[in-house]
């Protein structure tokens, strides 16, 4: 849930831009014989025809529905078209969607800040373009208009049966009285239309927008009229809109959260919030989300565009729903193979095309466990620092996802023989990467140091792709430091966490291969210890170098290092300030390859002292050179405390299943991993409380106790 901020100003000219029935205009473009026909993009799943994921405006008019599967559609629509999504790794391929999304976003970009929101939208600041063109150019003294201007709805214009809108839009635009916001609309109207007219030009796309004075009210505009259409919402119509606007249609009210406003406080509409006082909001759902929901009932929303055109992350995911899912290790690790190559193809395309790295890589599953059911214990997430290279991410995929799965089946679980199981079955599986940085200047000339080749799993066995996510010095002098990358000092102390481990593993088979392989996970520094446990103060601070967790650690499986030796570890960090040069470059990755895997080391006080820590000796060679802090992380404490005390029952089993900082996951990433782990995130997205009030029952008829608050 974002922070609410009020605005300040409303002058703001801000767009969001979605591309119309964005796959299938994609594979039309690859098609041209397709355009103008009903048409669907169907999944590679071809039960039943295949689910379909996109579908044409003309199949729409036929009554076909995203929601159906293709022998359905085909029923409904017997002349429609359906093309199946791409297919690699046994999984669809979305490159050719993603590429296209780029070429749109590139020229978006050109008039403001941009942000891609997911695979096929994006945030426009238009701001400064349109005060300028207002300078240069007002609405008011324009004599030719464009048809794509003229053709803007404008919410809250009202056009009599018989008028030709388009004059009614001319008029608008033009009139001498209209307010100085207004005006900046007007502006933004040209701007988008021109943008648009020119994505169309060089991609063949059509997109329709909305256009606001916020991001929020831009994102429901822009729905409003499609396809290939824009919407204006001036500051005056806002009431009207909302007013109207169904709880669950806005942004972050589809879950729990506006449930509960529509049946605790028997709100049907944005609009019908207006009855509430902030305090009471705050009081009902916390600081936050209370100030957030007073906010947005009045159409007040002060997020800013963020200039991102790249994404947060990348993530890789497949489900396996009914008889498919999965029941072996072997099979699972088959298909952590297949993710994790396509992952790091992607990763090794962002470093190739973008100079960037990702530093997290977390695993994310939903499993069901025989006899139980699946509402009660959640698959957990787990994080390791990321190491580049195809087969080091699988490796680490796989060693996360034995780490989670017993921390899944619990302490009792019953012998698990061989790869045969009859206790457990995976239904998805996703794999992504995250922290994704610049890499620090200087390092380039590392690369070229290499004949001009970036990491790549394939042709540099890993070294250098493994040296990327440890201390890569900013200067082959080794006098700067190695700013930007992030510590993974931040390895915690967990007193108590051996025997916790100890418990697990008695609980196995000797000859489990879990057993075995839990042992490994031990040596995989846990990201998720950067989160605190629940209830706990979140003590991140940017310019702290080291971060300590409380004394208990609320999961089962992590690392141990003792106090003492995480203290050894950040006095080693701090003598070596300083000293990051490309010399300790090439010893820190060899001591790391070599401390993996237990042979013979160069530097034998860092490797062993980093084994004894049960951890890699990257995380030595990375204390080294980092002094810049990632920024706080907003983790799920903060997300909990939004919505104040009023807490859901299972909260806490919630969190401690489900260790992952939601910030992280960028949206188009959420929207390209399987819908169970996309329900999760937006579970994870959306406050799960309920109103703070004595006596309170689900669907009781609390109304009477909040009565309209006639200060406001
Ligand atoms: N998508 C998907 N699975 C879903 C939803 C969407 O794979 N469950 C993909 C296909 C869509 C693309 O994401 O083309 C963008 O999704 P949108 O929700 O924006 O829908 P469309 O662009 O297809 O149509 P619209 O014109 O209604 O925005």
Redesign the pocket.
């Known amino acids: 849930m974002p922070v609410a901020k009020r605005e300040t100003s409303d002058g703001r000219v801000i767009a969001h831009v979605?591309?119309?029935?964005?796959?299938?205009q994609v594979e039309q473009r690859k098609q041209p014989n397709l355009r103008g026909l009903p048409t669907a993009?169907i999944q590679y799943n071809s039960f039943k025809g295949g689910a379909l994921?996109?579908?044409s405006?003309e199949a729409r008019n036929f009554g076909v529905k995203?929601s159906m599967r293709g022998d359905e559609a085909k029923d409904v629509c017997p002349q429609i078209h359906l093309v199946q999504v791409p297919v690699a790794h046994g999984k669809a391929d979305l490159n050719s969607?993603r590429n296209a999304g780029s070429e749109v976003v590139s020229i978006l970009s050109k008039k403001g800040r941009c942000e891609r929101a997911?695979?096929?939208?994006v945030y426009l600041d238009l701001t400064d373009a349109a005060e300028t063109m207002l300078l240069e150019m007002p609405p008011e003294a324009r004599e030719d208009i464009e048809e794509e201007v003229l053709k803007s709805h404008v919410l809250g214009l009202e056009i009599k049966e018989g008028i030709d809108a388009k004059e009614e839009v001319r008029k608008w635009i033009r009139r001498g009285d209209a307010t100085y916001q207004d005006k900046l609309l007007a502006c933004g109207a040209f701007i988008v239309a021109n943008l648009r007219m020119q994505v169309l030009k060089d991609t063949e796309f059509t997109c329709?927008a909305g256009i606001a004075h916020n991001k929020m009210l831009a994102k429901l505009a822009s729905?409003m009229n499609?396809?290939a259409q824009q919407t204006v919402v001036p500051q005056s119509s806002v009431g009207g809109l909302l007013e109207s606007l169904p709880i669950k249609k806005m942004k972050q009210l589809g879950g729990k959260l506006g449930s509960s406003l529509q049946s605790d406080l028997g709100c049907k509409t944005v609009g019908d919030l207006l009855q509430f006082s902030e305090e009471k909001l705050q009081q009902c759902y916390g600081i936050n989300t209370g100030n957030w929901l007073w906010n947005i009932a009045r159409g007040i929303n002060g997020e800013e565009v963020e200039g991102r055109l790249l994404p947060k992350s990348h993530g890789s995911g497949k489900t396996f729903p009914g008889p498919q899912a999965l029941k072996t290790l072997a099979s699972v690790q088959h298909w952590l193979n297949e993710l994790c190559e396509e992952l790091s193809e992607r990763l090794q395309s962002d470093l190739n095309l973008n100079k960037r790295i990702a530093h997290t890589l977390t695993l994310h599953a939903r499993a069901y466990k025989k006899g139980e059911s699946d509402s009660l214990r959640k698959f957990p997430s787990e994080s390791c620092p990321l190491r580049y290279g195809t087969t080091k991410i699988q490796e680490d995929a796989l060693t996360l996802f034995q780490a989670a799965l017993r921390e899944f089946l619990g302490f009792c679980i019953s012998k698990t023989h061989g790869n045969e199981n009859n206790n457990w079955g995976v239904t998805s599986l996703s794999v992504s990467a995250s922290k994704i940085v610049p890499i620090p200047s200087g390092t380039h000339s590392i690369v070229k140091y290499f004949g001009g080749q970036v990491p790549s799993s394939s042709s540099f066995n890993q070294p250098l792709g493994n040296a990327f996510d440890e201390a890569v010095p900013s200067s082959p002098s080794g006098s700067e430091n190695c700013s930007g990358l992030i510590s993974y000092e931040l390895q915690q102390n967990y007193p108590g966490g051996d025997t916790e481990i100890k418990n697990s593993e008695a609980c196995l088979h000797e000859q489990d291969p879990l057993c075995n392989l839990s042992r490994k996970v031990d040596s995989l520094p846990k990201e998720s210890s950067l989160e605190s446990p629940a209830g706990s103060e979140d003590r991140t601070t940017k310019s702290e170098p080291y971060r300590e967790l409380p004394a208990k650690d609320p999961r089962p499986l992590s690392s141990t290092p003792s106090l003492k030796a995480v203290e050894k570890k950040k006095t080693m960090g701090n003598n070596l300030k300083g000293n990051c040069s490309i010399m300790d470059f090439f010893n820190n990755y060899q001591n790391s390859q070599s401390s993996l895997e237990h042979k013979n080391v160069t530097n034998a006080h860092d490797v062993k002292t980093a084994s004894s820590f049960g951890l890699p000796s990257t995380m030595d060679s990375y204390s080294t050179c980092n002094q810049i802090e990632q920024p706080a992380e907003r983790c799920r404490e903060e997300i909990d405390s939004n919505v104040g005390e009023c807490s859901v029952p299972n909260m806490s089993q919630r969190r401690q299943a489900w260790d992952y900082n939601i910030d992280e996951i960028d949206h188009s990433v959420i929207?390209e991993l399987p819908?169970e782990i996309q329900q999760e995130f937006q579970a994870w997205l959306r406050p799960h409380k309920r109103p703070n009030v004595p006596n309170s029952k689900r669907g009781s008829s609390i109304t009477h106790y909040f009565l309209p608050d006639k200060s406001r």
């Open positions: 979605d591309m119309d029935c964005f796959y299938v993009v994921i996109a579908v405006y995203r969607y997911s695979i096929d939208e329709s729905g499609k396809p929207e819908p």
